[in-house]
């Protein structure tokens, strides 16, 4: 009988991820889902008790932590031909592929990617060479795939984009704040964001900029901050509940990015499904996301001209905005829908 196994890096706690999201004070969160779909096994290597070597120590300077490389030996000894793994990220997807290279019989090892194209990443891919065992290589990125296919060259039978879904449940449309004495132009995450830009974008515009800087995945502060923050500029730290109704609030919604092959597609998402007009970076991590460029103005990045050009248009323009607001929202249906997507994911590891 086939088993299946989610294996991620971290060590969330799922129950109480599951019972906030039950009460409306946060979104639902696909791994725990995905798992009683599947009737999987969940995994997280910062939660097992998997004896830590040297040689996990060291590995682990190159991709992962000495937890995931512990897991993986552990996984490796006790799964068969009858186990299908889903790994949710590379740092614990490239040591189970080094693991199962040893095994004459092995588990069926689907990997998701978020950036491996990445000099490490490049190297630890290189090293362990995890297209020898990884049955098919999934991103939300095209451009990792490509990597993948290109680089290691994959077949690309073996590589599927997984277009990224958000929960448009708990993201939906509502009335703005009361009492909002002026436009607001919104920005949300750190990975890769470049607040500079958008600083000096808006800093003599009649409107108030708030950025929400806060980020569940990002470990470090990753993006680019000004120095001095224009008067008219203020951070936040949000939130679930909150940050939809700062959504809510804005007149337009900015994903100012840097350069960059993965990141700035959750909030971009996030403001489609509360059926705001965006104004987005060109870049290759967002590709898939911009065509078409559905409730959203691609501007090129770091150019404060373009930006400003871009968000004074929509908000001199409030019938246009509200247009553009409205096609995003209705691609959320056709593209992003959290439960759809879900059972495609549930549907794919099935067919391996």
Same mark, same amino acid.
């Given at each position: 009988?086939?088993?299946?196994? =989610? %294996?991620?890096?971290?060590?969330?706690?799922?129950?109480?991820?599951? *019972?906030? @999201? !039950?009460?409306?004070? &946060? $979104?639902?969160?696909?791994?725990?889902?995905?798992?009683?779909?599947?009737?999987?096994?969940?995994?997280?290597?910062?939660?097992?008790?998997?004896?830590?070597?040297?040689?996990?120590?060291?590995?682990?300077?190159?991709?992962?932590?000495?937890?995931?490389?512990?897991?993986?030996?552990?996984?490796?000894?006790?799964?068969?031909?009858?186990?299908?793994?889903?790994?949710?990220?590379?740092?614990?997807?490239?040591?189970?592929?080094?693991?199962?290279?040893?095994?004459?019989?092995?588990?069926? =090892? %689907?990997?998701?990617?978020?950036?491996?194209?990445?000099?490490?990443? *490049?190297? @630890? !891919?290189?090293?362990? &060479? $995890?297209?020898?065992?990884?049955?098919?290589?999934?991103?939300?990125?095209?451009?990792?795939?490509?990597?993948?296919?290109?680089?290691?060259?994959?077949?690309?039978?073996?590589?599927?984009?997984?277009?990224?879904?958000?929960?448009?449940?708990?993201?939906?449309?509502?009335?703005?704040?009361?009492?909002?004495?002026?436009?607001?132009?919104?920005?949300?995450?750190?990975?890769?964001?470049?607040?500079?830009?958008?600083?000096?974008?808006?800093?003599?515009?009649?409107?108030?900029?708030?950025?929400?800087?806060?980020?569940?995945?990002?470990?470090?502060?990753?993006?680019?901050?000004? @120095?001095?923050?224009?008067?008219?500029?203020?951070?936040?730290?949000?939130?679930?509940?909150?940050?939809?109704?700062?959504?809510?609030?804005?007149?337009?919604?900015?994903?100012?990015?840097?350069?960059?092959?993965?990141?700035?597609?959750?909030?971009?998402?996030?403001?489609?499904?509360?059926?705001?007009?965006?104004?987005?970076?060109?870049?290759?991590?967002?590709?898939?996301?911009?065509?078409?460029?559905?409730?959203?103005?691609?501007?090129?990045?770091?150019?404060?001209?373009?930006?400003?050009?871009?968000?004074?248009?929509?908000?001199?323009?409030?019938?246009?905005?509200?247009?553009?607001?409205?096609?995003?929202?209705?691609?959320?249906?056709?593209?992003?829908?959290?439960?759809?997507?879900?059972?495609?994911?549930?549907?794919?590891?099935?067919?391996?």
């Amino acid at each position: 009988m086939r088993k299946y196994h =989610l %294996v991620c890096s971290g060590a969330s706690d799922f129950d109480e991820i599951e *019972r906030q @999201a !039950a009460q409306k004070q &946060r $979104p639902r969160h696909s791994i725990p889902m995905l798992t009683r779909r599947l009737g999987a096994t969940l995994h997280q290597a910062q939660k097992t008790a998997t004896t830590i070597t040297i040689g996990d120590r060291l590995r682990a300077r190159l991709i992962g932590d000495p937890h995931a490389w512990a897991l993986a030996r552990d996984l490796a000894n006790r799964l068969g031909p009858d186990d299908v793994v889903y790994c949710l990220d590379t740092g614990v997807g490239i040591p189970l592929a080094a693991a199962f290279q040893r095994l004459s019989t092995r588990p069926k =090892l %689907v990997v998701y990617v978020h950036n491996l194209d990445r000099p490490r990443g *490049r190297l @630890a !891919a290189g090293l362990f &060479r $995890p297209e020898k065992t990884v049955d098919l290589f999934v991103s939300c990125c095209s451009s990792q795939l490509a990597f993948l296919r290109d680089d290691r060259k994959v077949p690309e039978d073996r590589t599927q984009l997984f277009i990224q879904h958000i929960d448009n449940q708990f993201f939906t449309p509502g009335p703005p704040t009361p009492g909002k004495k002026r436009p607001v132009v919104v920005a949300v995450g750190r990975e890769r964001r470049d607040y500079i830009t958008l600083a000096e974008a808006t800093k003599d515009l009649d409107v108030d900029v708030l950025v929400d800087a806060w980020s569940p995945a990002a470990r470090k502060r990753v993006g680019k901050f000004p @120095a001095e923050p224009p008067a008219n500029l203020a951070y936040r730290n949000s939130t679930p509940t909150e940050l939809v109704q700062l959504y809510r609030d804005a007149d337009v919604v900015a994903v100012p990015m840097y350069p960059n092959k993965y990141a700035g597609i959750t909030s971009l998402i996030e403001a489609l499904a509360c059926e705001r007009p965006i104004v987005a970076s060109r870049v290759v991590g967002l590709a898939d996301y911009l065509t078409p460029p559905d409730g959203i103005t691609p501007v090129e990045p770091s150019d404060p001209a373009a930006l400003r050009t871009a968000i004074v248009q929509l908000l001199k323009n409030p019938d246009e905005a509200r247009v553009q607001a409205r096609q995003g929202f209705e691609s959320v249906a056709r593209r992003y829908d959290f439960d759809r997507d879900l059972e495609m994911v549930a549907r794919r590891l099935e067919s391996l």
